[in-house]
């Protein structure tokens, strides 16, 4: 083999071994940012998608975040003792359970608004390299099914 050849597998050139060290770092980075909100990665998560659309069910909260509901399940109960959000059964369909942000977990969007900035802070990186960041990754984060 030659010299390129080996490079190519070098583990240092792998885009795989960077975007899951890369995906690692991020829960590292968000971490303390989210604590004065009492909020973990997964459920900052849970609470942005209620805040782009409330009430939810588990599954479709599941669904957006490419999460299993039997992983979501938890998150939401924990943000409901937490007094964020109420699970309510829908009056149609008993056997469906909505999501509905609590006034305590809209009130807390005002205080997430600083998050982005503060993690942009944090990288050293501007929205528009954020985004552009984002959008480069946009091929992996579509699913496993993808065929060439």
């Known amino acids: 083999m030659s010299n390129s050849q080996d490079d190519l597998l070098r583990l240092e050139n792998q885009l795989c ?17 989210l604590e004065p909100l009492g909020l973990t ?3 900052y998560l849970v609470m942005l998608a ?3 659309s409330s009430p939810r069910s588990i599954g479709e909260i599941a669904e957006e975040l ?6 979501a399940s938890p998150l939401v109960k924990r943000l409901e003792t937490q007094g964020l959000v109420a699970r309510r059964r829908r009056p149609e ?4 359970l909505d999501v509905h942000l ?3 977990g809209r009130a807390l969007r005002q205080r997430a608004l600083a998050v ?20 480069a990754l946009s091929p992996f ?3 496993a099914d993808r065929t060439p």
């Open 50 to 52: 209620l805040w782009e």
């Open 141 to 143: 984060a579509g699913g």
């Open 66 to 71: 490419a999460f299993d509901p039997a992983t």
């Open 116 to 135: 982005p900035e503060q993690i942009m802070s944090r990288v050293g990186m501007t929205p528009t390299q954020m985004a552009a960041l984002r959008d």
């Open 93 to 96: 369909d008993e056997r469906r």
């Open 17 to 33: 071994f960077a975007i899951v060290t890369a995906a690692r770092n991020v829960v590292s980075i968000y971490r303390p940012v």
């Open 102 to 104: 609590t006034e305590k």
């Open 41 to 43: 990665h997964p459920q």
